[in-house]
């Protein structure tokens, strides 16, 4: 799925996992905090040593913007 500038890359290290890259020039709101989940940063060390941190984010609300999201999300115009 490349067009518009979005492009949607999977990568080896990410074990596959598609991350879609949006140009700032093209974000479109979809929906707002209400409020803000807490963040917390943790870590796990690998069976090879390799330390892998990560975040969890828990509760916080949000109002989403169903038609604005599926517009973006359907690349509907």
């Known amino acids: 799925m490349n067009g518009e500038g979005y492009k949607v890359d999977t990568h080896e290290r990410s074990q596959g996992k598609p991350t879609i890259m949006i140009p700032v020039t093209r ?24 330390y892998e941190a990560y975040l969890i984010a828990e509760g916080g609300d949000v109002a ?3 038609e604005a999201a599926k517009k973006v999300l359907l690349a509907e115009s």
């Not at 974000?27 to 390799?50: D, L, N």
């Open 27 to 50: 974000g479109q709101e979809i929906g707002r905090f209400i409020a803000q989940p807490k963040i917390s940063a943790k870590y796990h060390i690998t069976e090879v040593g390799r």
């Open 64 to 66: 989403l913007a169903a």
